[in-house]
T-cell receptor, first 119, second 111 residues
Framework: GAVVSQHPSRVICKSGTSVKIECRSL??????MFWYRQFPKQSLMLMAT?????????EQGVEKDKFLINHASLTLSTLTVTSAHPEDSSFYIC???????????????FGAGTRLSVL | AQSVTQPDIHITVSEGASLELRCNYS??????LFWYVQSPGQGLQLLLK??????LVQGIKGFEAEFKRSQSSFNLRKPSVHWSDAAEYFC?????????FGTGTRLQVML
């Protein structure tokens, strides 16, 4: 149980284009979803937290207009990198947590990540 | 500020040897604690978690971790390492749903 699917696994795009990454919880309802960015050989940096039906909460220093997050349903969140540039190239990982009690809310299940390369 | 520290960037062990990966946390209150494993180019898989109660926690793949409040530590252990355990290991702490990750420890296993 608790499977999170992330798509695509890899995307290459031209500078100036937009890219959408999907994150789905396959066998549970994800009250909260998280988006992380990971630089090579580094830890995960939380970009934003999203709750179903409400606006995402962005971490300090993350551009809201560049990284658009939509959490339209309890099983789907999307991250759109708008007007992508080479410096946006990175590994993006989503995670999801269930609703319910405190314990469930604090366990995050991760997708397999998306490698974005902007040329 | 909340933080999680993994002092060892890289550890090499021989297959069959025991393993201990260190993790220390700094929080105002005891956080929920987690160990995740990441294979190259992949997402993170939850190995085990500590919320409260028994301080020795059993996880998947033969891993265990011990919570020590006096040392603010949550070290990960495995009695006998397999070559397939080579990966990046992340310790994380959480309160109110957000996780703070350590910088990770890369485990290399020598055959």
């Amino acid at each position: 149980g608790a499977v999170v699917s992330q798509h695509p696994s890899r995307v290459i795009c031209k500078s100036g284009t937009s890219v959408k990454i999907e994150c789905r919880s396959l066998d549970f309802q994800a009250t909260t979803m998280f988006w992380y960015r990971q630089f090579p050989k580094q830890s995960l940096m939380l970009m934003a937290t999203s709750n179903e039906g409400s606006k995402a909460t962005y971490e300090q220093g993350v551009e809201k207009d560049k990284f658009l997050i939509n959490h339209a349903s309890l099983t789907l969140s999307t991250l759109t990198v708008t007007s992508a540039h080479p410096e946006d190239s990175s590994f993006y990982i989503c995670s999801a947590s269930q609703g319910g009690g405190t314990l469930a809310k604090n366990i995050q299940y991760f997708g397999a990540g998306t490698r974005l390369s902007v040329l | 500020a909340q933080s999680v520290t993994q002092p060892d960037i890289h550890i090499t062990v021989s297959e069959g040897a025991s393993l201990e990966l260190r993790c220390n946390y700094s929080y105002g209150a005891t956080p929920y604690l987690f160990w995740y494993v990441q294979s190259p180019g992949q997402g993170l898989q939850l190995l085990l978690k500590y919320f409260s109660g028994d301080t020795l926690v059993q996880g998947i793949k033969g891993f265990e971790a011990e919570f020590k409040r006096s040392q603010s530590s949550f070290n990960l252990r495995k009695p006998s390492v397999h070559w397939s355990d080579a990966a990046e290991y992340f310790c994380a702490g959480g309160l109110v749903g957000k996780l703070t990750f350590g910088t990770g420890t890369r485990l290399q296993v020598m055959l």
